[in-house]
C-alpha cells in the first residue's frame, strides 16, 4: 500500500511535469517530497534512491520554472 502511494505520487509529479505546470507542480512538491522521505523511513526504497528521486523532480522543476539549477 505504502509502495503503491509513493508510486503514484511520483507518477502525478511526473505528469506535472511533462504537461509543464509549473504551478501545479509547485503545489505538488511538498506532498511528493514527503511521501518519498517517509517511504526510506519505513525501508521501502533506500535512503539513496529517495535522494535520486527528489533531485531529479527538483531539477526537472527549476529547469520549467526559468531558475538555473546548481551545477
Given amino acids: 500500500m505504502r509502495r503503491s502511494r509513493m508510486r503514484l505520487t511520483i507518477r502525478t509529479m ?4 511533462e504537461k509543464k505546470d509549473v504551478q501545479a507542480a509547485t503545489a505538488l512538491i511538498p506532498a511528493t517530497f514527503s511521501i ?9 526504497i533506500q535512503d539513496n534512491t529517495a535522494a535520486r528521486y ?3 523532480i527538483h531539477k526537472r ?3 520549467l520554472s526559468g531558475t538555473p539549477a546548481a551545477a
Fill in 14 to 17: 511526473r505528469k506535472a511535469l
Fill in 36 to 44: 518519498v522521505d517517509r517511504a526510506a523511513k519505513w525501508g521501502i
Fill in 54 to 56: 527528489k533531485a531529479r
Fill in 61 to 63: 522543476l527549476k529547469a
